[in-house]
């Protein structure tokens, strides 16, 4: 049994249709999706900023051997807060790349970047200060560095902790 030629034709308009709405509705669903995704992700990060903004955290931003590091603490204290970013920042190799207390919109993506790829690196390193306590995560290739920096940090933190108790004797 053969078909006829306009029954071929038929078929044929069928399914390039088909693929057609198939591939729009594909499109479409990826593009919605994506907004979607990129707006949750953008009040995500919104909410967070705005969060560690009223509570007083401060971030502050390192490059470390062209890896982008992290050290993240709240301190309330602008006087203190300035110490330890001077004294990181005497350490070989560390360059302030900016210090955010309350971000620009416009710097909220790129500061985002900047964290997630340096979550991502080997060389990420992070100092949280929460409820009292400082801990420090990560992992820094160049032990000297590490060493170094964690000097420093211990050095600051021991001279406010001395100098709040001669406050407090």
């Known amino acids: 049994m053969t078909k006829s030629p306009h029954t071929r034709d038929s078929i044929m308009l069928f399914i390039v249709l088909f693929v057609l709405i198939v591939a729009t509705l594909s499109t479409l669903a990826f593009f ?8 949750d992700i953008n009040e995500k990060i919104q909410t967070r900023l705005a969060v560690k903004s ?11 051997a ?11 204290d602008e006087q203190q807060r300035q110490q330890v970013l001077t004294q990181l920042a005497t350490i070989d190799g560390i360059r302030v790349i900016h210090n955010e207390i309350n971000l620009d919109p416009s710097l909220i ?14 060389g990420y390193f992070s100092l949280t200060f929460d409820a009292g306590k400082w801990k ?11 060493t170094e920096l964690l000097q420093a940090i211990h050095t600051q933190l021991s001279e406010t902790i001395n ?4 406050l407090n004797a």
């Open 66 to 76: 062209g890896l982008d590091l992290t050290v993240r603490g709240r301190i309330a």
């Open 54 to 64: 009223t509570e007083g955290y401060q971030h502050l931003n390192f490059s470390l």
């Open 136 to 146: 420090i995560t990560g992992d820094i290739d160049n032990e000297q560095t590490q």
């Open 32 to 39: 919605f999706t994506k907004d979607r995704m990129q707006q």
């Open 163 to 166: 100098n709040q108790l001669q």
């Open 109 to 122: 993506k790129t500061a985002e970047k900047t964290l997630i790829k340096a979550e991502k690196l080997t």
